[in-house]
């Protein structure tokens, strides 16, 4: 009898749980070396599958998309972020996008917080300090950080994330400012000041964490310009997108001391990131790991799955984007 499930092609590497299911449930092609497929490859393959199961390092253009509606009628993203997927064109050419929001929510979170404490608190530094042999005695003066208690903290992009970040900040006494496009409820608010304007958000940041989708708005953001409007000595954290800010502008402002620290998960064209983070001590580096817990990369493969089996069984995806 001929094979009649559907085709869904994995452009990367999945946990070994996810694969395994998505061989149970569909005719998979999975990508065993996790080499990153060229567009025209891209295409190529996307035309002799139904599904495709991807991530942001997959590019989904309008172009893409056009090449590839006759056979692909899902493309089914690992990550919350979608802004390697033209949405709209996606919606004209009638293929369905899911993705994979709340359950990386926490993770990115605590990411986040991670960033915070580890460049107040010198956390790499330290480390690399520690092991490198040069620590032959306490004093009063070793290490000193900048404290965290009691700082306000403004939050740039105030969806799941930004409302998690906040809720961890609280915890740490610290006093939660946000911008974001529409004020909030109060009860989501949960005492946090909105400020209408970004700039008066970056006025009062000791640190300022960017939590918001890369968009044509928010692209090189955080610029030379903006970073002047922080208080001195602020710290600055990303964890959603490295192309929010001009890292020339923040390695500058992280040399000169103008920003004192930066805890930074995200890079624009990572990970071929600025040079100029490497040798800088204030600046704490993560190799995008937001989301990168065992729970929480299951159960981004685990909603991906159950969005392609939705589709193919004829139901609503529970996370559609289009
Ligand atoms: C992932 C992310 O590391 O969800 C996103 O948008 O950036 C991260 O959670 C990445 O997407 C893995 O595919």
Redo the contacts with the bound molecule.
Sequence with gaps: MSETRPRVLAT?RYPPEIEARLEREFQATLNETDRILSPDELVASCREHDAVLC???ERFSREVLEQVTGSIGIVA??????EHIDVPAARDVGIVVT??PDV?TD??ADTAMLCILAAARRGAECDRFVRSGRWDRWHTMLMLGIHVSGKRLGILGMGRIGRALARRARGFDMEVHYHNRRRLPADQEQGATFHADPAELLAVSDFFSINCPSTPETVKFLDAERIEMLPAGAIVVNTA?GNIVDDEALVAALRSGRVAAAGLD?FDNEPNLHPGYLDLENAFLLP?????THE??MA?GATCLDNLAAFFAGRPCPQALT
């Design positions: 990367r991530c942001p390092s993203t690992l990550s919350v972020g979608y993705y994979t990386l993770a990115t997108r995200v995008h790991v937001g989301s990168a929480t990369r981004m």
